[in-house]
C-alpha cells in the first residue's frame, strides 16, 4: 500500500480512538486536506475493502483496514518515542515518523521496537 492511503487509513483510527464517530470532514480536518480530496480517496477506500461509510456518512474500518491502520499507528508511535528519546523534539519527531514510518523495512522496524520498548521499561 502506498503512503497516502495508509495515512488516511492510520488517520481515521486515530480520530476512532478519541471519537465512536468519524466522517471525511473529520479527516479532512485532521489532514488539512480538501473535503473532496477526502471523499475521492474513501470511496477507493471503500471500493478496496478498507473502509466502510454508512447512511450517516460515518466512517469505519474493516478488518483489513484496520489491521493496515493499527501497524501504520504502531510504527509512528514507536519510531516517534525512539526519535524523541534520543533528544529529537516531538515536534520534528512526530514529523520525522510519519515520513520514516511508511519506508522502514519490517526488520529495523523490530529491531527499533526492541530498543525503544527495552529503554521505556
Known sequence: MQESPEDYLETIHMLSLHSSEVRSIDVARHLGYSKPSVSVAMKRLRENGYVNVDANGFLTLT???LSIAR???????????????????????????????????EESFQKIKEIYTASVK
Open 71 to 105: 501497524s501504520v499507528y504502531e510504527r509512528h508511535q514507536v519510531i516517534a518515542g525512539y526519535l524523541n528519546s534520543i533528544g529529537v523534539s516531538e515536534e520534528t519527531a512526530l514529523k520525522d515518523a510519519c515520513r520514516i514510518e511508511h519506508v522502514i523495512s
Open 63 to 65: 478488518e483489513s483496514g
